[in-house]
């Protein structure tokens, strides 16, 4: 690669990150994850614990509890667990 090239795109790389880098406070983090994993969750066992629920339903932070409800009562025994370790 020519070395004009590399350090424009060095810097160029920089800037991008200095602009995406963000603060989140570690409880703010963990909510997102717990989102994110809640998704995960209904979307992937949607047919076996969410049949009955539109499968389109954006699940948010107010979800979570519900969704780990709905595995541990509806799943078997390794679903319980995914439930239970997303409460926590």
Same mark, same amino acid.
């Given at each position: 690669?020519?070395?004009?090239?590399?350090? =424009?795109? &060095?810097?160029?790389?920089?800037?991008?990150?200095? #602009?995406?880098?963000? $603060? +989140?406070?570690?409880?703010?983090?963990?909510?997102?994850?717990?989102?994110?994993?809640?998704?995960?969750?209904?979307?992937? =066992?949607? &047919?076996?614990?969410?049949?009955?629920?539109?499968? #389109?339903?954006?699940? $948010? +932070?107010?979800?979570?509890?519900?969704?780990?409800?709905?595995?541990?009562?509806?799943?078997?025994?390794?679903?319980?667990?995914?439930?239970?370790?997303?409460?926590?």
């Amino acid at each position: 690669m020519d070395n004009q090239i590399h350090q =424009y795109l &060095s810097r160029i790389g920089q800037v991008g990150g200095k #602009k995406s880098r963000r $603060t +989140l406070s570690s409880e703010t983090a963990k909510q997102m994850v717990q989102v994110r994993e809640a998704r995960r969750m209904f979307k992937k =066992y949607h &047919s076996q614990c969410f049949w009955s629920y539109d499968p #389109k339903y954006i699940i $948010t +932070l107010k979800d979570v509890p519900w969704v780990a409800k709905q595995l541990m009562k509806n799943g078997n025994a390794t679903l319980w667990k995914l439930g239970a370790k997303l409460c926590h």
